[in-house]
């Protein structure tokens, strides 16, 4: 089962996909995740990384196609891994068929998870993150049981440097400018499974097991 997450920063596909990886005991890949590891580790990719992911710019393609190369050929990944924030242009998305196809596989779904801008805003200004495990809260809607402690691993959480207002709003538009056009990628494929992402997270998870059970 290769899956593929798609949709703009803050729709919750983050989330799903970790409940999603939970229950079917595949793994979740992120490449946000990958890319915030190696600069908490001070690696040489983290700091080049670091100077486009704080604008809210993307990372060079073949910088994440890399990460995701030596991912996928991990063992874990055998029976199957689901993409979340990976691919995020066209190139990657080529980069990533040509990988699987190697392999004699292919990506089988990859959803939409549909939003609109305005409600991303409130949703990722309100975000914390735990940069140890990636678990993430809201102020609001999602919080810790402890104030500002992860209830996973007991880590400090954040907010993310790029889950303020200005960031998000030049990540959105790098989402529409360059994310985008990857639905039709997919919608020519026949593969694009749209989602209504702005329910509970409990009614976006049921409506993406029925999709995915029954397709
Ligand atoms: P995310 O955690 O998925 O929201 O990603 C946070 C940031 O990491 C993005 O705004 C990009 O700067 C960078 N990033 C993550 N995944 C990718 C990708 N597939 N391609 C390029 N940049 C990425």
């Known amino acids: 089962m290769i899956l593929v997450f798609l949709?703009?920063?803050g729709s919750g596909k983050g989330t799903q996909a970790k409940?999603?990886?939970?229950?079917?005991?595949i793994p979740?890949?992120?490449t946000g995740d990958m890319l915030r590891k190696a600069i908490a580790s001070g690696t040489e990719l983290g700091k080049s990384a670091q100077e486009f992911m704080s604008k809210g710019s993307l990372v060079p393609d073949e910088v994440v196609i890399g990460l995701i190369?030596?991912?996928?050929?991990e063992s874990d990944c055998q029976s199957g891994f689901i993409l979340d924030g990976f691919p995020r242009t066209i190139p990657q998305a080529q980069a990533l068929d040509a990988l699987l196809r190697g392999e004699g596989l292919q990506v089988q779904a990859a959803v939409l998870f549909e939003i609109a801008d305005r409600v991303l805003v409130?949703?990722?200004t309100g975000r914390r993150t735990c940069l140890k495990c990636g678990a993430m809260y809201h102020v609001?809607?999602?919080r810790p049981r402890k104030p500002d402690v992860c209830d996973q691993c007991s880590s400090q959480l954040v907010q993310r440097e790029d889950d303020r207002e200005d960031v998000i709003l030049k990540r959105l538009a790098v989402y529409h400018d360059q994310t985008s056009p990857l639905e039709n990628y997919y919608r020519e494929k026949g593969i694009l499974e749209p989602l209504d992402a702005?329910?509970?997270?409990d009614t976006v998870y049921t409506s993406l097991r029925r999709l995915l059970s029954s397709g």
């Open 198 to 201: 702005t329910q509970t997270p």
């Open 140 to 142: 609001e809607t999602m």
């Open 7 to 9: 949709g703009p920063p």
């Open 122 to 124: 409130s949703r990722l």
């Open 28 to 30: 979740q890949l992120s």
């Open 19 to 25: 409940r999603f990886s939970a229950d079917k005991r």
């Open 69 to 73: 190369r030596e991912r996928i050929a």
